[in-house]
């Protein structure tokens, strides 16, 4: 498919990618489908117009096959893009072809707009093929003429689906003046042929078996099999063209000046206006997409946003930017992803961008008035350690690393005579997670709460009834505490010898961090590994007649990445235990291959601790 949604542009550029990327087969290619052909050629004006044909030939081999590509769809967006022409047929097993009529081609409305505040010029043509049997092949041929996002550019991305293929070729027909810029892996380039006054630059793939996403790597396009594409020279240049679309929108009316001096009138730092103007635009403007035309990467005036008290991304910016302006502090929106990508192409590429936020240079800041679960003075850990283009200089800088985020927590388990135990504690967080915690309470029912503590017990083991809620909310400059409560039917096997896991936090803590990072038994690609330290402290009572027998050993482990300790004490029968858990990258937040071969042992120690039991009798 050669489309793809961003958290807060349209992209319409050339790019084909899996419907479903990760795959359960162990080299990562799903069987039940048989790329025969994945084939596009784009014709390309110098205005950066172009005529694009797309050519897909699929053999189901298998049932479930037959359901993922039974329909296919053509993203269009109607106010840039024009079906030319389309042709499809089901090519049964005995060579037959049944043509699809025009009632068998569907237009839906984006489905992305669904359940969630976004309007779009966007549709579907819905492909669906008719009398579809296994072994049975789907055809599928059309042509597009579009317009570009970008006035005068065209930039675009191949990422081949995760099926095994046969033939799968890209063409880009261009001016013999224009540049093509391409970043290529497991794709083979055929050298290009100058013909009339144009140059045609063409790319076979590989069609070598791809391998099977780990669970939480980075995304795929940051390691593997890719085509990438750009007319623009560099990112100052397409930089230049994005401000060309937005930076007229963002002058100060007397509207926007006289609100931004009623925000800062009490407030002398610059640093503090920046942020209370950052707030207000967070807290009075609501996050609405709305994608018509080139809305994708051209945003609507500062004051219709204002008036409109709504706008996506790049509206927030507009805004943001015209308040700080008539304060005298100067900003830029700052292109950004997102996702689960860290790496920027070498070839700019519209693509690698999904999200704009707001770079303030004299001050250094970066801040994200769309996030409306956390503090203007935080970004989402999403955005830590990305790159980003500042579309006012053309500049690619960098958002920080890291930012405060520790979580503290401390358990009491009292043990009745019958192995179970009235839990009762608290976590406290400060920083980003309590953010996203003071959050997410303020929005969840009782109820709901209710089966997050019956959740958050069975994670550890653990059976049992109870509450958990948010403490009176404290200054983002103090740890906010959560309290929970429980009854649990089955901390012991009482009475007679028994053995209790020593859980440190019931809420997860250490033990869920461990798990994402343990996950995956051998790691080929890259995976982020982000700054987080947790201070775990639990403390078991046991009734008289109960025998302490043994306690875990201490233990302590360090490694270049993290330091964790681990301390067992018993005073009479009362247990208690701390564990520390200090994560630390060096520099970056993405973890290399031989990173996880060198930690993994050290992290298998730290997973047998956590699994460490009190032994007692009674």
């Given at each position: 498919m050669q489309f793809k949604h961003l958290t807060c542009f349209i992209l319409v550029t050339f790019i084909v990618i899996s419907k479903s990327i990760a795959s359960p087969f162990p080299n990562g290619d799903d069987p039940s489908v048989t790329v025969e052909?994945?084939?596009?050629?784009?014709?390309?004006?110098?205005?950066?117009?172009?005529?694009?044909?797309?050519?897909?030939?699929?053999?189901?081999?298998?049932?479930?096959?037959?359901?993922?590509?039974?329909?296919?769809?053509?993203?269009?967006?109607?106010?840039?893009?024009?079906?030319?022409?389309?042709?499809?047929?089901?090519?049964?097993?005995?060579?037959?072809?049944?043509?699809?009529?025009?009632?068998?081609?569907?237009t839906k409305a984006d489905p992305s707009?669904?359940?969630?505040?976004?309007?779009?010029?966007?549709?579907?043509?819905?492909?669906?093929?008719?009398?579809?049997?296994?072994?049975?092949?789907?055809?599928?041929?059309?042509?597009?003429?579009?317009?570009?996002?970008?006035?005068?550019?065209?930039?675009?991305?191949?990422?081949p689906s995760f099926y095994p293929y046969k033939e799968s070729i890209s063409?880009?027909?261009?001016?013999?003046?224009?540049?093509?810029?391409?970043?290529?892996?497991?794709?083979?380039?055929?050298?290009?042929?100058?013909?009339?006054?144009?140059?045609?630059?063409?790319?076979?793939?590989?069609?070598?078996?791809?391998?099977?996403?780990?669970?939480?790597s980075v995304d795929y396009i940051d390691y593997g099999d890719r085509l990438q594409i750009s007319t623009f020279k560099d990112y100052s240049e397409m930089a230049k063209v994005y401000e060309q679309g937005a930076s007229d929108k963002s002058k100060p009316t007397p509207k926007v000046i006289a609100l931004a001096k009623e925000i800062t009138k009490a407030i002398p730092d610059k640093r503090a206006q920046a942020l209370a103007l950052s707030d207000w635009v967070r807290k009075n403007i609501r996050y609405v997409a709305i994608y018509l035309g080139n809305g994708g990467v051209v945003p609507h005036a500062a004051e219709d946003v204002l008036n409109n008290r709504y706008g996506d991304c790049k509206d927030h910016t507009v805004l943001l930017e015209a308040l700080l302006t008539a304060v005298n502090i100067d900003s830029s929106t700052a292109l950004i992803n997102?996702?689960?990508?860290?790496?920027?192409?070498?070839?700019?590429?519209?693509?690698?961008?999904?999200h704009v936020i707001t770079f303030i240079p004299s001050l250094n800041l970066y801040t994200d008035s769309t996030a409306?679960?956390?503090?203007?003075?935080?970004?989402?850990?999403?955005?830590?350690?990305?790159?980003?283009?500042?579309?006012?200089?053309?500049?690619?800088?960098?958002?920080?690393?890291?930012?405060?985020?520790?979580?503290?927590?401390?358990?009491?388990?009292?043990?009745?005579?019958?192995g179970s135990a009235q839990l009762s504690g608290t976590v406290s967080y400060i920083g980003l997670g309590a953010e996203y915690n003071r959050y997410r309470f303020r929005n969840t029912t009782k109820a709901q709460l209710e089966v997050v503590t019956r959740n958050m017990l069975l994670r550890s083991g653990l059976k049992g009834e109870g509450t958990i809620e948010l403490a009176k909310e404290q200054d983002r400059n103090e740890f906010q505490d959560l309290k929970f409560d429980a009854r649990v039917e089955n901390l012991a096997n009482l009475p007679g010898a028994s053995g209790i896991t020593a859980v440190s936090n019931p809420t997860g803590g250490i033990a869920e961090i461990l798990a994402s990072y343990l996950i995956e038994k051998k790691r080929t690609q890259p995976f982020p590994c982000v700054e987080q330290k947790f201070i775990e402290n639990a403390s078991y009572f046991f009734?008289?007649?109960?025998?302490?027998?043994?306690?875990?050993?201490?233990?302590?482990?360090?490694?270049?990445?993290?330091?964790?300790?681990?301390?067992?004490?018993?005073?009479?029968?009362?247990?208690?235990?701390?564990?520390?858990?200090?994560?630390?990258?060096?520099?970056?937040?993405?973890?290399?291959?031989?990173?996880?071969?060198?930690?993994?042992?050290?992290?298998?120690?730290?997973?047998?601790?956590?699994?460490?039991?009190?032994?007692?009798?009674?």
């Open positions: 052909k994945d084939n596009t050629y784009i014709y390309l004006e110098s205005d950066g117009n172009s005529t694009e044909t797309f050519e897909i030939q699929y053999r189901l081999n298998e049932e479930r096959g037959l359901k993922r590509e039974g329909q296919q769809q053509i993203y269009l967006n109607n106010k840039l893009d024009k079906l030319v022409s389309i042709e499809a047929y089901t090519q049964k097993a005995d060579g037959r072809k049944i043509t699809i009529s025009e009632d068998q081609i569907k707009s669904a359940f969630s505040p976004m309007f779009n010029d966007s549709v579907y043509k819905i492909v669906i093929f008719p009398d579809l049997a296994v072994g049975d092949k789907t055809y599928l041929k059309y042509t597009l003429k579009r317009e570009p996002l970008l006035k005068g550019h065209f930039t675009g991305t191949v990422i063409v880009v027909d261009v001016p013999e003046n224009i540049t093509l810029n391409v970043e290529a892996s497991g794709f083979i380039a055929v050298p290009p042929r100058i013909k009339a006054g144009r140059k045609i630059y063409e790319w076979h793939y590989a069609l070598k078996p791809k391998s099977r996403i780990e669970t939480g997102s996702g689960g990508s860290y790496r920027l192409p070498n070839v700019p590429v519209l693509s690698s961008f999904n409306l679960p956390i503090d203007v003075r935080f970004i989402p850990d999403t955005l830590l350690d990305k790159s980003v283009l500042i579309t006012k200089t053309g500049v690619i800088a960098h958002t920080p690393v890291n930012q405060l985020s520790e979580v503290r927590s401390r358990a009491s388990f009292e043990v009745h005579e019958d009734p008289p007649n109960v025998k302490v027998q043994s306690l875990p050993k201490s233990v302590e482990v360090s490694d270049p990445h993290f330091s964790y300790s681990a301390n067992y004490t018993i005073n009479g029968n009362k247990v208690e235990l701390q564990r520390q858990l200090e994560f630390k990258p060096k520099d970056t937040n993405v973890c290399k291959v031989t990173d996880f071969e060198a930690m993994q042992s050290k992290l298998n120690a730290i997973a047998r601790d956590l699994k460490a039991q009190i032994l007692i009798d009674g």
